[in-house]
């Protein structure tokens, strides 16, 4: 698909937005039809028949079979938060429909809120994006490569074995033209025990993968799909092949999205969500317009992740 149908699709205007969510009511009712499609599920026993009333301002449900209480955000990455869910909703407008990746600074002037609320939001989301991408499997065409985040601007040496850089395994599935449909970004070490649980978790059996001749790549052949390894010289030449160029096209511009606006996040804690979020955003890139749908529903979905959790370093595996 060439890219001025990504580029100059309609995606969810600012107009539209704020038409659909300007209100606490109207999220309120979007984020009930989005978690409870056919009506009111009890989360601990699945029936229907409650009661409802409001404590602090919050709508509560009473499961008439169990007992349970929930209220419309329990349950949901929104559960805990003081944030109105406008302000939610604002959020990942913001993070889905902006061409380059917006940081959690811009969030907090956008938003109006405090650093570190922006901050939460932003890696919430995130990480409910993680959730959403972490069974992708690739399937027909793939290419593979191996490639690190950061480091530029911390001394560290170009090319594999430098210091500061945080090392992750970058793959595209691509038509039989080449052009690309879904990637899966996994921070990981480029080794052959790793390389094997990246293969048996997103390449396909009937996969067909080309890589480079870096030795680690033989362990793709674990999941028993066809591998051509094409052993270059390195250096220039062999990032114009084109039988790399469609991974070739998003790494680059992953580094610029991601150099661009995040200049100074903690690579190594969090690197594997900022690529989980470049992922969730590729992957969905053809349909800008039903992303934050999509996104809520993903909310919906995720576990509520307290501060510490999200706080806490961790490789998303
Ligand atoms: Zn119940």
Redesign the pocket.
Same mark, same amino acid.
């Given at each position: 698909m060439p890219m001025n149908r990504v580029q100059f699709q309609p995606g969810l205007s600012m107009p539209e937005f704020f038409n659909r969510y300007a209100t606490e009511a109207q999220c309120e009712a979007s984020l009930q039809a989005t978690r409870w499609p056919h009506g009111f599920a /009890?989360p601990? /026993?699945g029936?229907a028949a409650r009661t409802s009333f409001v404590r602090g301002g919050l709508r509560y449900w009473e /499961?008439a079979? /169990?007992g349970?209480q929930c209220s419309l955000i329990s349950g949901t990455i929104f559960e805990a938060s003081k944030l109105p869910l406008t302000r939610w909703f604002l959020a990942m407008q913001l993070l889905t429909q902006s061409k380059n990746n917006v940081s959690a600074l811009e969030l907090m002037r956008q938003l109006g809120v405090c650093y570190r609320t922006a901050w939460l939001v932003k890696h919430k989301i995130m990480e409910s994006m993680r959730v959403r991408e972490e069974h992708r499997e690739l399937d027909g065409r793939v290419e593979i490569d191996d490639a690190y985040l950061g480091g530029e601007l911390s001394g560290g040496t170009a090319g594999r074995g430098s210091e500061n850089k945080v090392p992750f395994v970058a793959a595209v599935q691509t038509t039989a033209a080449g052009h690309p449909v879904f990637t899966c970004l996994r921070q990981q070490r480029h080794t052959s025990e790793e390389v094997a649980v990246f293969a048996a978790q997103h390449i396909a059996a009937s996969a067909s993968v080309v890589s480079d001749g870096l030795w680690c790549f033989r362990a793709i052949a674990i999941v028993g799909a066809e591998h051509e390894r094409v052993v270059t010289g390195g250096g220039k030449a062999c990032t114009e092949l084109p039988q790399f160029k469609a991974i070739n096209t998003l790494l680059g511009n992953l580094k610029t999205a991601i150099g661009g606006t995040y200049h100074a996040f903690n690579f190594a804690k969090y690197a594997h969500r900022y690529l989980a979020e470049a992922q969730y955003r590729f992957n969905r890139r053809f349909n800008l317009r039903s992303i934050l749908a999509r996104l809520l529903h993903a909310a919906c979905l995720s576990t509520p992740n307290p501060a510490r959790v999200i706080r806490v370093a961790e490789v998303g595996r």
């Open positions: /009890c601990r /026993c029936g /499961c079979a /169990c349970h």
